[in-house]
């Protein structure tokens, strides 16, 4: 049953609304409707949508924010950032993890991701990974540095759900704060090496080929690119 907060009279508790409307915008993310990164509507029109006051809104909206479903950036609205509540859990745990050892941990899932995308490739999910290649490629011609690396992450995000799996994908969405840090940081430190680096023509390449052995040693070389970028000076990661 879903409630209904008209005019500011409320025919139920005002904890019985807040908790009905968390559970109305958690169905939005678990179902798919918003999915992962994606921004949420605006207030006006969920307000509308779910008939709820702004107040009783912004409370639910706080409550998944507080456990990681979602995140507020200053001046660009909210973002879906997990799809179930461990997601949180393992993206404070990574918060605090040094970013070498993410990227390992990166390097494993992608590897792996990347095999099974060209094992299991569609058309629907190879369709999006040219998109997102094309409109990172577009970025990069134009000098877009940040709409870039918007699209690198989004580009390894495609990889990942194209394997089919949805243990490596709730993993590897725990990981994306992880993964944006290390494109934005590659781009800073190595800009040359960040920018020219053609590991994602490489990995479409073999995934749209179904060259499974080709995908990962594509998607392991990539990563490892990442990893000698970020490296110390003077000092080359495995």
């Given at each position: ?15 019985a ?65 997990g799809?179930?509540?461990v ?51 577009a ?10 690396n ?28 992880s ?15 960040h920018?020219?680096d ?41």
């Open positions: 049953m879903f409630y209904r907060e008209v005019g500011g009279v409320r025919a139920v508790p005002r904890s609304l807040i908790e009905g409307t968390i559970e109305r915008l958690k169905t939005q993310i678990v179902s798919g409707r918003w999915p992962m990164g994606s921004k949420i509507p605006v207030e006006d029109e969920l307000v509308a949508e779910l008939e709820v006051s702004r107040s009783t809104l912004r409370q639910a909206v706080q409550a998944l924010v507080h456990v990681g479903l979602l995140e507020t950036a200053q001046g660009r609205g909210t973002f879906v950032r799809t179930h509540e997601d949180a859990v393992l993206t404070r745990y990574l918060a605090d993890a040094e970013l070498r050892y993410v990227l390992e941990t990166r390097r494993g899932l992608e590897v792996e991701a990347a095999g099974l995308a060209a094992e299991r490739r569609s058309r629907a999910g190879l369709d999006r990974l040219a998109a997102v290649y094309e409109r990172q490629t970025a990069h011609r134009d000098g877009r540095a940040g709409e870039f918007r699209a690198a992450v989004e580009f390894h995000t495609a990889v990942v759900e194209a394997a089919g799996n949805p243990v490596l994908t709730r993993l590897y969405s725990s990981m994306l704060g993964v944006r840090d290390s494109v934005r940081v590659g781009g800073v430190r190595r800009p040359e090496e920018y020219g053609p590991g994602h023509a490489r990995i479409l390449e073999a995934i749209d080929g179904g060259d499974p052995q080709a995908a990962r040693d594509a998607a392991a070389e990539h990563v490892s690119a990442f990893l000698i970028a970020l490296a110390p000076a003077g000092k080359d990661a495995p």
